[in-house]
């Protein structure tokens, strides 16, 4: 995998994410709150709802123009600081919280969905939404992200993700995420 550097991300702590929603793609901000403790923030507007943009025009023109709810200097610093030849720090794709049928030999779809439960959670501790963190806490979500970071991520003795994982009761779980957060999602 390339490794990723940009230096207005990598001074503010602000990273673009490229963001796949209903076979269209988005872009939004993750990034420290430096104004907090710290934590990792997505940009979200007044009633915490994530904010995904059509290209990066406008989702400098919304940062610019005070749609920030964390660390505002900071990210209308790094906003002025990017450009549309900027490449996004990760990419992921929503909707595949939505399949209906899961296999153990599919790693795209496996690792989209991978990603996508991780900035799931973040949001979901940075609005504190119980209903997501007690679906992501579950023993079966945490047994899929335990794996998937042992295959995609780390130095393992696997090449593949376990034949034997129960996907049939994934499913149902990754749907009910799914669920829950499509209203949370708003297109600016």
Not at 6 to 33: F, I, M, P, R
Not at 43 to 52: A, E
Not at 123 to 146: C, G, M, N, R, T
Not at 158 to 164: G, I
């Amino acid at each position: 995998m390339e490794e990723f550097y940009d230096a207005a991300s990598e001074k503010y702590k602000k990273y673009l994410l490229q963001v796949t929603y209903n076979d269209e793609t988005y872009y939004t901000v993750s990034g420290a709150d430096a104004s907090g403790n710290d934590a990792v923030r997505l940009l979200t507007d007044k009633d915490g709802r994530i904010c995904l943009y059509a290209d990066l025009p406008s989702l400098r023109k919304g940062i610019e123009e005070g749609i920030v709810t964390f660390d505002t200097p900071n990210l209308q610093a790094w906003g002025k600081e990017i450009n549309e030849t900027d490449t996004a720090y990760t990419g992921f794709d929503f909707s595949s919280l939505k399949a209906e049928e899961l296999e153990a030999d599919d790693d795209p779809l496996l690792y989209e969905i991978y990603g996508a439960l991780g900035v799931v959670k973040d949001y979901a501790l940075q609005e504190h939404a119980d209903e997501l963190l007690a679906l992501l806490d579950s023993d079966i979500v945490k047994e899929y992200i335990e794996i998937c970071a042992d295959l995609f991520l780390w130095s393992s003795d696997t090449d593949s993700f376990r034949e034997d994982f129960d996907f049939e009761s994934l499913v149902p779980v990754l749907n009910k995420i799914y669920t829950l957060l499509e209203p949370r999602l708003k297109i600016v």
